[in-house]
């Protein structure tokens, strides 16, 4: 007798990075990927409208290299007034610059990792985003796990039983590598009600077809007894935390307290009470 868990489990990315614009908001002046697209480390995402910054920039940047120039001059003068001057006002523009700079860099929001655009906000030109919204989320392609929740016995699941996953009619070898029980502690609401109800399966092989969003079916035996004692799930009774069952002695009928183990849909195992051979009377 086998007590398991089996059903339907989907592919999601281990990894997820969270895009946002985390120095200002603004107006999107332009998208540059969609969702479903690979992109790499440092590839624009999108890009905030920030009034004249582009003409700012320039000028912040010739005026840096015009002191630059006054500068070398004034060395060659040796003027040591001229020189000092020359100096505070070139680093005085370079802060300036500088400033322009991280703003200008700050319109663009910028891929914080290599991977797949799972997630893109609905936005286009024109639309508001604010500090801190999430607009992009990108995933590594090359981590996924597969999750599974909406059973009862999910909570018997332990951390490191051995799970066959079927993808496409092939069977694979999975482990379970996190449980409720052993799920981090998170402050995220939403996040907390998936531990509190998932189960987490990582495969040792991944078949390249694989995607994001991917089902596959699962079978865990939580629980295995060979050549035990069995019965019909409907001849046992319970009342008031009794477990007992009725049997056929001759022409009557008795009661026998019985002490169960693995239990299944259809079948229980049966410790202590009865024998094999005996009649037992299906409710």
Do not use: A
């Given at each position: 007798i086998k007590q398991s868990v089996g059903g339907i489990v989907v592919f999601e990315p281990?990894?997820?990075?969270?895009?946002?614009?985390r120095e200002t908001g603004g107006r999107v002046e332009e998208v540059f990927v969609a969702a479903g697209d690979f992109v790499n480390e440092g590839d624009p995402?999108?890009?905030?409208?920030?009034?004249?910054?582009d003409i700012t920039l320039k000028e912040r940047q010739l005026a840096v290299?015009?002191?630059n120039i006054e500068l070398q001059n004034a060395i060659r003068s040796r003027d040591e007034d001229e020189i000092r001057i020359k100096q505070l006002e070139l680093d005085i523009a370079k802060l300036k610059l500088a400033e322009t700079q991280s703003a200008y860099d700050s319109r663009h929001l910028y891929a914080s990792m290599s991977g797949q655009v799972v997630y893109l906000a609905d936005i286009k030109p024109g639309d508001t985003v604010s500090e801190w919204q999430t607009v992009v989320n990108i995933a590594d392609p090359s981590a996924m796990r597969l999750f599974y929740s909406g059973s009862r016995n999910?909570?018997?699941v332990e951390v490191g039983m051995d799970v066959d996953v079927t993808i496409g009619g092939q069977t694979y070898l999975g482990n379970v590598v996190q449980t409720p029980s052993t799920a981090p502690r998170v402050t995220d609401e939403n996040l907390r009600r998936q531990y509190d109800e998932r189960i987490y399966i990582e495969l040792e092989e991944i078949p390249e077809s694989v995607k994001f969003g991917d089902y596959a079916d699962i079978y865990i035996v939580l629980k295995e007894r060979k050549d035990t004692l069995v019965i019909p799930s409907r001849a046992l009774r319970t009342y008031m935390g009794r477990e007992y069952v009725q049997i056929l002695d001759g022409e009557s009928r008795s009661e026998m307290d019985v002490e169960t183990g693995v239990k299944t849909a259809t079948e229980v195992e049966i410790l202590k009470g009865l024998e094999?051979?005996?009649v037992v009377i299906l409710q």
């Open positions: 281990v990894r997820i990075e969270y895009q946002q614009f995402l999108i890009r905030l409208t920030l009034g004249n910054i290299e015009k002191l999910v909570h018997q094999e051979g005996q």
